[in-house]
């Protein structure tokens, strides 16, 4: 019975216990002078905490993060993506844990006239961001809707020049005069965002449209930069400014570690929880905004916060824990026969400790019947103080008291006889006058 509740126990523990989570994971970025590289970094530093390795994979964007959560070979598990990019493959493949932050979509462009629709730029230079990234293929989506990019028709309008270069390339030659316009998928807070906001040479275009984008591109949110919000003693913007912002999304592989879900939320929590200018504290991580279906591990953490095991525990111990409870069936299998076998088989070691003895005793008080010289007396005697002694130390329970003392008494009843043989009171001998 034992054996069958060992095999049982060893094949629930090879089919049900999950493996451990791994040691080291890789999050796919953006560029080193990006949000999503500098974040990387940040969830690397608190999942470093934890006791778990990130490594940092630097990438072109969004774009090549997907391709690369898709790619086996590639060990990327997780990546930082902005919405509205994926394709209808990959929205099957891969899951969100959640969106982080919105991604304010700046459209800077030189010129004394107020521009407030993209369409207004037909013919200009516009820098798009370079291929693979988030920038270049929102840029696109957004130019064809307008009409700006090349199709061949004859009723389209004068196509834009679309320029490819990275962001701090970009800044610069819009700086320069060498653009016309430019593109940008940013935080507030890039310092290249910062510089341009400032700068008398060029504009920001407000979306005069952003509620017919919003509805065209679902992945895009209505975002407002109040008057003020840069500079508010040179009242930079001079007005509020309507933008379209799209998110970015923590988005993993479907076969990811379940344990690993709450512990890179718990770390988002901590990295985008505060808010910012285009924010409120506590909005982002988030179900919402996200392309992605959310998985099941990640909804139950929005909804019931992270597992108590993990509130409780380091993660690798709180992980070990998780694992394990599934053992508890075929534990409580395994420990049923013991549980009926051990009451009969501590009852049984127990009156071993008293009965054993008895053959002893029994042995000895055989002895005395043909009759023995005073020498053999004694050494029975002697044989019998050493029983005696031996059980008065003996630790019986006291349920089984009345056997112990029923032991005891005959050992004094057959000491006392023997003690009577050695004066001489009673014979030994078969026949013999009493």
């Not at 060992?6 to 080193?32: C, D, H, N, W």
């Not at 959640?98 to 407030?116: M, N």
């Not at 060029?202 to 984008?213: C, G, I, K, T």
């Not at 993660?315 to 824990?321: D, N, P, T």
Request: glycine share 8%.
């Amino acid at each position: 019975m034992l054996g069958s509740c060992l095999a049982i126990f060893v094949a629930t523990y090879m089919i049900f216990v999950e493996p451990p989570p791994p040691r080291k994971i890789v999050i796919a970025s953006g560029g080193q002078n990006g949000a999503y590289f500098h974040y990387a970094q940040k969830y690397a530093e608190e999942m470093k905490k934890e006791g778990l390795t990130v490594e940092v994979r630097e990438t072109a964007g969004s774009v090549e993060n997907l391709r690369l959560l898709g790619e086996d070979g590639s060990g990327v598990v997780a990546a930082i993506v902005q919405s509205g990019l994926a394709n209808p493959e990959e929205l099957e493949r891969f899951h969100s844990l959640g969106s982080l932050y919105r991604e304010p979509l700046w459209v800077f462009y030189r010129g004394d006239k107020e521009l407030g629709r993209l369409s207004q730029l037909a013919g200009k230079r516009v820098g798009v961001g370079p291929s693979g990234s988030g920038t270049y293929a929102i840029a696109k989506q957004m130019l064809a809707a307008n009409g700006l990019i090349d199709s061949g028709s004859p009723e389209q309008n004068s196509p834009a020049v679309l320029v490819q270069e990275d962001v701090a390339v970009a800044a610069k030659a819009l700086a320069e005069g060498k653009l016309d316009a430019a593109f940008f998928v940013a935080a507030f807070e890039a310092d290249y965002i910062q510089s341009l906001l400032r700068d008398a040479r060029v504009r920001l275009l407000n979306f005069d449209q952003h509620e017919a984008y919003h509805r065209r591109f679902r992945f895009l949110s209505p975002v407002n930069v109040p008057a003020g919000l840069v500079d508010l003693g040179r009242n930079i913007p001079g007005r509020d400014i309507a933008l379209l912002a799209p998110t970015a999304m923590l988005v993993v592989r479907s076969d990811i570690h379940p344990a690993l879900v709450p512990l890179l939320l718990t770390a988002a929590r901590r990295i985008h929880g505060k808010g910012d200018a285009v924010s409120d504290p506590g909005e982002f991580p988030s179900a919402s905004y996200c392309d992605f279906s959310v998985s099941e591990d990640a909804r139950h953490f929005y909804r019931s916060g992270p597992p108590v095991l993990q509130r409780l525990l380091p993660f690798w111990q709180a992980s070990l824990v998780d694992r394990a409870k599934v053992m508890l069936i075929p534990m409580i299998m395994l420990m049923m026969p013991l549980l009926r076998v051990t009451p009969p088989l501590m009852r049984w070691r127990t009156r071993r400790k008293i009965y054993l003895w008895y053959s002893d005793l029994r042995e000895i008080d055989r002895r005395l019947i043909p009759g023995l010289p005073g020498l053999e007396l004694n050494e029975e005697l002697a044989r019998l103080k050493d029983i005696e002694y031996q059980v008065a130390h003996v630790d019986v329970p006291l349920s089984y008291m009345k056997e112990f003392y029923h032991l005891r008494l005959h050992i004094a009843m057959l000491k006392q006889h023997l003690l009577d043989l050695l004066a001489g009171k009673v014979s030994t001998e078969v026949g013999a006058d009493p």
